[in-house]
């Protein structure tokens, strides 16, 4: 996150966050059939917003088994002469969503319409009616077919039909409540964010383009390694002639650990801080260079719902395909299991990143061609996400949020739905304040002792001249 104090708290801002097009089908993914002109009621108006962080969005739901071609169908408020008119070539494939920010043509107001016409303007397909703004939500329960209630914001994904607030109870931090600091005093600064652990080696990104390689300092805690080049972390630049530097949030590695690259998640190009650049980015870190420069960019902007530019990807983590798999994974690219043989050449696994300004997760099958198919979208239920960690000993994925949530922790795993569903919501350590922790790391189970292993955060605002603090986690 960026230096700015007001955007870790997205939530209390009049933020203008546009929603664009949520394609089904991203780059590099084979549609099963052909879009037809299916009958006007599988297309229906599944969520609406009309005020809060998400600007006045509508998103459409296909409830059919066929993709539909919903090129030049419009969509109105409650007056005739406003009108939205979907772009040409967008398909909704079975059971996607797709939401449209449509306060550029009109506003939904307080006791308003969202109406859905085909593209002849006159044929009326769906139509939702309210009285009141949406608090946060006006969402379908269930998706599709039933009724419209009040519920949380979820375009462009299955709609949380839970309360509003949403969540399940929070129980107390599975560890001691107690937390120590790990660095020493003012040894990075500002504006670290993501951690990763990889044996004796803890991976950071800091926020100004820079990847810091530490190992331990002997008690409990971590320093940067002197040898190399990474005694005071390296610069990262984009591809293309090492141009351009990442604001670098998240930070993981796939089953292959180091030698297969530092995957690093990026929000924008800090040279062109007003405009969204939402990369993962895969860089060598075998040299001795002080600089790096990405092997790759999978530049996934383009993908995702529109956000501030400093409200994007936060956080990034690897899943491994043996447990999409073995778990019953549905594809929301094809609505059908998991087969990672239906992506070629890729890393064994899936990359989930974490947007702060929706609070969602993504998940990316990013093929070695460059090409990308999103492959699932899951709410947190939180204002914003900041940190993801795979936790492969639980199998379980750790969804963290900063102070904007009271530090809260969410695990999750694939559900029988075959999505990923929270399984328990966990308050921080009752020892540690509410600090702006962007960046959480788990140790491995071989560093089990007594039951209990470390974990690790980073503040972003490194406060008291630290950044890095250790707790523990229950085994």
């Given at each position: 996150m960026t230096e700015s104090p007001a955007r870790h708290h997205p939530r209390r801002l009049a933020l203008g966050l546009a929603l664009v097009v949520v394609p089904a089908l991203a780059v590099g993914t084979l549609a099963a059939a052909p879009a037809q002109a299916a009958p006007a009621d599988d297309i229906?108006?599944?969520?609406?917003?009309?005020?809060?962080?998400?600007?006045?969005?509508?998103?459409?739901?296909?409830?059919?088994?066929?993709?539909?071609?919903?090129?030049?169908?419009?969509?109105?408020?409650?007056?005739?002469?406003?009108?939205?008119?979907?772009?040409?070539?967008?398909?909704?494939?079975?059971?996607?969503?797709?939401?449209?920010?449509?306060?550029?043509?009109?506003?939904?107001?307080?006791?308003?319409?969202?109406?859905?016409?085909?593209?002849?303007?006159?044929?009326?397909?769906?139509?939702?009616?309210?009285?009141?703004?949406?608090?946060?939500?006006?969402?379908?329960?269930?998706?599709?077919?039933?009724?419209?209630?009040?519920?949380?914001?979820?375009?462009?994904?299955?709609?949380?039909?839970?309360?509003?607030g949403g969540g399940t109870t929070p129980v107390a931090w599975p560890g001691s409540g107690s937390v120590a600091t790990a660095d020493a005093s003012n040894a990075f600064g500002e504006d670290v964010s993501g951690l990763y652990q990889e044996g004796g080696v803890m991976w950071a990104a800091q926020n100004s383009g820079k990847l810091w390689r530490l190992l331990p300092n002997g008690s409990g805690g971590w320093t940067p390694?002197?040898?190399?080049?990474?005694?005071?972390?390296?610069?990262?630049?984009?591809?293309?002639?090492?141009?351009?530097?990442?604001?670098?949030?998240?930070?993981?590695?796939?089953?292959?650990?180091?030698?297969?690259g530092v995957f690093v998640a990026s929000e924008?190009?800090?040279?062109?801080?007003?405009?969204?650049?939402?990369?993962?980015?895969?860089?060598?870190?075998?040299?001795?260079?002080?600089?790096?420069?990405?092997?790759?960019?999978w530049n996934l902007t383009a993908d995702l719902p529109s956000v501030g530019s400093n409200l994007g990807l936060e956080a990034v983590t690897w899943v491994p395909d043996s447990y999409l798999t073995g778990a019953g994974f549905k594809d929301a690219s094809t609505g059908a299991g998991y087969d990672p043989s239906r992506y070629g050449a890729h890393t064994g696994g899936v990359f989930f990143v974490g947007v702060e300004g929706t609070g969602m997760l993504h998940g990316y099958v990013l093929q070695d061609s460059g090409a990308f198919t999103r492959v699932a979208d899951v709410n947190s239920g939180m204002a914003g996400v900041m940190e993801l960690q795979w936790e492969p000993q639980a199998s379980r994925l750790w969804v963290v949020c900063d102070d904007t949530c009271d530090g809260q922790h969410r695990t999750m795993?694939?559900?029988?739905?075959?999505?990923?569903?929270?399984?328990?919501?966990?308050?921080?350590?009752?020892?540690?304040?509410?600090?702006?922790?962007?960046?959480?790391?788990?140790?491995?189970?071989?560093?089990?002792?007594?039951?209990?292993?470390?974990?690790?955060?980073?503040?972003?605002?490194?406060?008291?001249?630290?950044?890095?603090?250790?707790?523990?986690?229950?085994?």
């Open positions: 229906r108006i599944n969520e609406v917003v009309t005020t809060g962080d998400v600007d006045d969005s509508i998103e459409l739901y296909n409830k059919g088994t066929a993709p539909v071609d919903i090129s030049g169908w419009i969509l109105k408020d409650s007056s005739s002469s406003s009108k939205y008119k979907i772009a040409s070539g967008t398909t909704l494939a079975p059971g996607a969503f797709r939401a449209f920010d449509v306060h550029g043509s009109f506003g939904l107001g307080s006791a308003d319409k969202a109406r859905l016409y085909l593209p002849n303007g006159t044929t009326l397909a769906d139509s939702f009616t309210w009285s009141e703004h949406s608090a946060p939500s006006w969402s379908r329960c269930t998706d599709g077919t039933g009724t419209f209630k009040a519920a949380k914001v979820t375009l462009g994904a299955p709609n949380d039909c839970g309360s509003p390694d002197t040898a190399n080049g990474w005694s005071s972390g390296k610069t990262l630049r984009f591809p293309g002639g090492g141009s351009g530097s990442p604001d670098s949030e998240g930070v993981t590695l796939t089953g292959a650990g180091g030698a297969g924008r190009n800090s040279g062109s801080s007003g405009t969204s650049r939402l990369s993962v980015l895969r860089y060598d870190v075998s040299g001795t260079t002080s600089t790096l420069t990405a092997t790759k960019e795993r694939v559900a029988a739905s075959g999505a990923f569903a929270v399984t328990t919501v966990h308050n921080r350590p009752s020892g540690m304040a509410n600090l702006n922790n962007e960046g959480f790391s788990v140790a491995g189970s071989g560093e089990c002792v007594g039951g209990a292993k470390p974990v690790f955060w980073s503040d972003d605002s490194n406060t008291g001249g630290h950044v890095l603090r250790r707790g523990t986690l229950t085994c």
